[in-house]
């Protein structure tokens, strides 16, 4: 196979750095969107072979899955620039879900129009668990990325960053709340959520992750090496 010409050259290089460039704004779609579907899931009680707990503890693992993903592969200055682009937006979606399904169930556009203070108390506790939880999985995974197992990393940033999230949501948001019911299970709630988290992440996003990790590492070796 001859050299790359110029234009060849110029070409798959541009299209790398592109493909590198949308990774974050693709990864602070999703993270809102994870945010968006946890802040309706955990409205929604779920007893789970008779202790308390909430939908949202399936779905919002995904967000750690994501941002070792990016610290893996593009370092912790980018996977912390993806945070600091969610957290204001994270705020106002938080609040503006949690007020038309409050409870988990649909109030109209119309409740947007009274201030909710229980509800802004909730979406606060979604800001401060996820910025916290967030930072502090990229601090731990960064540390540990360099190991020559790859599931080390992921694994205890998740154990860590799963429980400053679950604590900092839980005790922010119901801690002497107005709601009887979660003010007297939060602790419960809590620690049920975070085990689930932790089950999750590790029979099933781990090998996951481990699978996405091959898939965009090699894409990223053919875009560099395409003739």
């Not at 980018?78 to 969610?86: M, T, Y």
């Not at 992921?154 to 009887?180: H, K, M, Q, W």
Request: proline residues 4%.
């Amino acid at each position: 196979m001859g050299s790359l010409t110029p234009f060849k050259k110029g070409f798959f290089m541009s299209a790398f750095y592109s493909w590198r460039v949308s990774i974050p704004l693709l990864l602070v779609a999703f993270h809102l969107l994870i945010i968006i579907a946890s802040n309706y899931l955990v409205q929604l009680p779920l007893s789970l072979f008779g202790w308390h707990t909430t939908w949202g503890a399936f779905s919002f693992p995904f967000i750690f899955l994501a941002t070792d993903l990016t610290a893996r592969i593009l370092g912790k200055h980018k996977a912390r620039l993806v945070i600091a682009r969610v957290m204001l937006p994270a705020l106002l979606v938080s609040y503006i879900v949690s007020v038309i399904f409050q409870e988990g169930s649909w109030r109209g556009w119309s409740s947007l129009e009274d201030w909710h203070s229980f509800v802004f108390r909730i979406s606060l506790a979604s800001f401060c668990a996820y910025v916290l939880g967030q930072l502090l999985d990229i601090q731990v995974f960064d540390r540990l990325r360099r190991l020559p197992q790859w599931w080390i990393a992921p694994a205890v940033s998740g154990i860590f960053g799963n429980a400053l999230d679950t604590a900092a949501f839980f005790s922010i948001a119901f801690y002497r709340s107005e709601n009887t019911f979660m003010a007297e299970n939060w602790v419960e709630i809590a620690t049920v959520d975070y085990v689930i988290k932790l089950l999750i992440s590790f029979i099933f996003f781990l090998p996951l992750y481990g699978m996405l990790l091959n898939a965009i590492a090699r894409r990223l070796v053919a875009a560099q090496h395409k003739p």
